[in-house]
């Protein structure tokens, strides 16, 4: 018997079909009929959160590979026997890539230039660097190890990795903890959220926590928007006191009247720092490998939850 794999587009479809599987096209947000009965669901992360608990709705689904690394807002979805895995290693690269884009966009200032340059104004800007900065990494998993590595070349006078728990890794490097973050926060000039969406995340990068930051410090966050407490960002940027750059917000998509698109010293994408042509290709071949373990009666890879 064929295994029944869905695939949210036709490139996609190409990519893992092949002998014994048999493939259909169904994207969780973009399709409103009740999806094909399948063994496998190969899905983005639905850009809308009511769209969510449709993963149920496929009937007879056994296994959910996930175009991406978060996989959190699946757990409470998964049908009880169904097994679940990411898109680890593929991802990694492109996401800190554009976390370190927007670092070095908002540290020079590149936003008020392309506003002079709409402008047709020439007016040489001074602005803060990577070069000598102390930069706080909050999260030690595959994206925030690729941000530090991308950061070294820039030659920063400091790069803190932080974790939940306290650690040496095996090349040396000091992981901290998260409660030793109200002595490390005063000290750094940019801090980098790569951290999952999880209760003990949600929030914490939260009042007290921009409030320990020094003046005129940058917080990215590249990691779920829900682990910063948007009230408390958008209070220190109308003060002037915090600069911010964004991929992920909360609430997401953002809305068009929220106050963070027009917040002084804000910098937002949308949620796109993992889309490129090298994450397709990257995450495509991963999940033609995954299917064709399904089909053959072997154990898929990344599997979590």
Known sequence: MALRVLVPSTELAEAVRGPGIEVAVWHIDDDESAPPA???LITERPRHHVNRPRVRDVAGLRHVH???????WALDHLPAAATLSNSRGAVEDATAEHGLALILASLRRLPAAAAQQRERRWAPLWTTSLHGANVLVLGHGGVGREICARLEPFRPARIVPVASHARTTGDGVQVHAVPELPDLLPHADVVVVTLPHTPDTEHLVDAAFLARMRD???LVNIGRGAVVDTDALVAELAAGRLRAALDVTDPEPLPAEHPLWDAPGCLVTPHMAGN?????RLASELAADQVRRLATGRTPLHLVG
């Open 66 to 72: 996930l175009l991406s690394i978060g996989y959190e």
């Open 38 to 40: 399948a063994d496998v």
């Open 216 to 218: 005129g410090a940058l």
């Open 276 to 280: 490129t042509a090298e994450f397709v």
